[in-house]
Nanobody, 115 residues
Framework: QVQLVESGGGLVQPGGSLRLSCAAS????????MGWYRQAPGKERELVAG???????NFADSVKGRFTISRDNAQKTVYLQMNSLKPEDTAVYYC?????????WGQGTQVTVSS
């Protein structure tokens, strides 16, 4: 059974940084593309960034140049480094398979950008 556990969220001021982590289990992590998604209140969940099994990356236009995604196959972990955070980045952040999710989601981690 696939389990995805996100962590690293919190409250940060505009312009600040956070690093999110997602620990995966119950899957052959290294063969899957992995992505970070987010859902803001009243909005649909959207893809933020994805990384293929080969390490190629893809970013939403809204985060290009500010966010980076990386993965550690040995640790079965995917990371999202978020810099220059803006209030509009406030959301619950989830990780899942990329580009097609597994259909079930972890609890996510809340990111709040506010002064």
């Amino acid at each position: 059974q696939v389990q995805l556990v996100e962590s690293g969220g919190g409250l940060v001021q505009p312009g600040g940084s956070l690093r999110l982590s997602c620990a995966a289990s119950g899957m052959m992590f290294r063969i899957y593309g992995m992505g970070w998604y987010r859902q803001a209140p009243g909005k649909e969940r959207e893809l933020v960034a994805g990384i293929t099994s080969g390490g190629s990356t893809n970013f939403a236009d809204s985060v290009k140049g500010r966010f980076t995604i990386s993965r550690d196959n040995a640790q079965k972990t995917v990371y999202l480094q978020m810099n220059s955070l803006k209030p509009e980045d406030t959301a619950v952040y989830y990780c899942n398979r990329f580009p097609k999710d597994f259909g079930s989601w972890g609890q996510g981690t809340q990111v709040t950008v506010s002064s």
